[in-house]
């Protein structure tokens, strides 16, 4: 998968330096061409002598070559690289890339790349839980560089928490995920159902829920970027779909995205049912918006909402693939277990509430895959573009 692909791996000055050796050499075996760029203070961890030896390349650290005086251009390296990984990405690298403080080769290549950017974390519990790499962390997500969590365990410091870097095999298969053969998934129609619905109450106001939406538009852009042609039936979001195979339905209520995903079933390979769709609805939505005087407090009555996944299990047919979600708080496993056999899913994905990082709003998942042949697949933390590879797989191999 990476044979022949240009990556640039940043490295930075943190005691995880010493892990970037081990990754390098896995990126050589993989048959990639790897340009390590080092910032000053990664090379007080680890030799650019090493580096070099390992990646065939003379380390890029320093704007000029001191000794010829030639320049580095962060530009041309920009346009050469497939993809760039930083690791480890500490504190004040990560703060520099989201603000665009580019006092280094490293944070410069950064800003001149065009390829995919993969961040892998390195720091102490407290400095990775502070705001501010939080906040920056954030940004970056926001830029669409994919961010691979760092782990729980035993740190540098002997403190116990999240802050250790992924390792090294861990950041392989990330980089690798996403290079994976694309055209998979050609010829295949695939419906995705994504965000939240609205349900009146009245002109102005409504029921809803927290769902943002990202875990089903990364899903519709993996499908999109494996060859299929995607249906996108989605609540009201705050996010664009953007790959051109993506044909946006937008919806508002629950009816309306029954009355979507069934007009276009019949038609299609599979459909992954992601949204949090209102089990309830208001029975008579009011025509004038409700005022504050009354004379009772108002009273408002709810009505069931059709299970769109459970009225697309019952029509399946032989071949097509139904993919469905189960968010729990309690009971998780027997929830999720029963949801599958109510609605004739082929595979559910289980996300807990309970999981910090997982579920609704955040840009991670933790997820667990439940086979209707009753076996399962844990996952770590991730995320939500590289919790959609993995979803994708498990549907790859039920086609
Ligand atoms: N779902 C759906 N239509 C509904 C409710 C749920 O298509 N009216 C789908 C969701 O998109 C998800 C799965 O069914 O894939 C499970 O959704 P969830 O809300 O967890 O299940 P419910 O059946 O609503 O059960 P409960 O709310 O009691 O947990």
Known sequence: MLKGKHIILGICGGIAAYKSVYLLRLF?????EVQVVITPAGKEFITPVTLSALSGKPVI?????????????????????????????????????????????????????????FVAPAMDLDMFAHP??????????????????????????????????????NILKAVEAYFRSTQELAG??????????????DPVRFIGNYSSGK???????????????????????????????????????????????????????????????????????????????????PVIRLKKNPDIAA????????????????LETDNERVNAAEKLKRKHLDFVVLNSLNEPGAGFKTDTNKITIIDKDGTERNYGLKDKKLVAIDIIDALVEKL
């Not at 030639?70 to 989201?98: C, E, F, R, Y």
């Not at 299609?268 to 004379?295: F, G």
Request: with cysteine; net charge negative.
């Open 61 to 117: 650290s320093e704007f000029f070559t001191a000794n010829t005086g030639s320049w580095n251009s962060h530009v041309d390296l920009g346009l050469w690289a497939d993809a760039m990984v930083i690791a480890p990405a500490t504190a004040s690298t990560i703060g520099k890339m989201a603000n665009g403080i580019a006092d280094n080769m490293l944070v410069t290549t950064y800003l001149s790349a065009k390829c995919p950017i």
């Open 28 to 32: 050589i075996k993989a048959g990639a």
């Open 132 to 169: 501010s790499t939080q906040r920056n962390l954030q940004l970056l997500k926001e830029y669409g560089n994919l961010i691979i969590e760092p782990a729980a365990g035993e740190l540098a410091s002997h403190l116990v928490g999240k802050g250790r870097m992924e390792e090294p095999e």
């Open 311 to 326: 009225e697309l299990g019952a029509r399946k047919r032989t071949g097509q693939v139904l993919v469905g979600f189960a």
């Open 215 to 297: 875990m089903g538009y990364a899903i519709a852009e993996e499908c999109a970027k494996r060859g299929a042609a995607v249906t996108l039936i989605s609540g009201p979001v705050g996010i664009k779909a953007k790959h051109p195979s993506i044909k946006v339905v937008d919806v508002e209520s629950a009816k309306e995205m029954h009355d979507a995903a069934l007009a276009e079933f019949a038609a299609c390979d599979a459909a992954i049912m992601c949204a949090a769709v209102a089990d309830y609805t208001v029975e008579n939505p009011a025509t004038h918006k409700i005022k504050r005087e009354h004379d009772e407090l």
């Open 188 to 201: 295949r129609h695939i419906i995705v159902t994504a965000g939240p619905t609205y349900e009146k109450i």
